[in-house]
């Protein structure tokens, strides 16, 4: 059995095997599997939601209506919600919701502790959304949060 140099990442101290801690994006950078830092330093997370085909289609359908409400559900019901966990914590909510014309919420919180019950708490609300696929953007205290929501592969 050989022997490896031991590493550990300074933004969240996962340890092992650099291999299997880090993964090289080229000669200079490398991410942590476990927080996604950047050589040690967290400034952007990322998350994939991975939707079956059928229901995201089912989803952009609902998004498409332009004029009304989808006359399935109320008027001011969150028809679905895909949640998003960042390895600090954070939470971010992506909701396709009905309205005068339906539409996707997308809203980041961060976990609150009040007298031993967690919160969440919003902290970054973008602006609404009209399609379900595709990337979500959050800043918070100088951290960027992104959401990806696509289509299962080989589907």
Do not use: W
Request: with cysteine; glycine share 8%; proline share 6%.
């Amino acid at each position: 059995m050989g022997s490896y140099e031991h590493k550990e990442c300074s933004a969240c101290n996962a340890e092992g095997h650099p291999a299997m801690i880090f993964e090289a994006v080229d000669e200079a950078t490398t991410q942590c599997r476990e927080c996604g830092a950047v050589n040690g330093v967290v400034n952007t997370y990322y998350q994939a939601i991975h939707i079956p085909r059928q229901e995201l289609e089912e989803m952009e359908n609902i998004l498409s209506i332009t004029e009304g409400h989808h006359p399935e559900y109320g008027s001011d019901e969150v028809i679905k919600t895909y949640t998003a966990h960042f390895p600090n914590g954070m939470v971010a909510d992506i909701k396709v919701c009905n309205g005068d014309t339906p539409y996707v919420d997308n809203v980041l919180f961060e976990p609150t502790i009040e007298n031993g019950t967690t919160y969440l708490v919003e902290v970054c609300v973008p602006e609404i959304a009209e399609s379900l696929e595709g990337e979500y953007y959050f800043n918070h205290e100088g951290i960027e949060y992104v959401v990806d929501v696509k289509p299962l592969p080989c589907q």
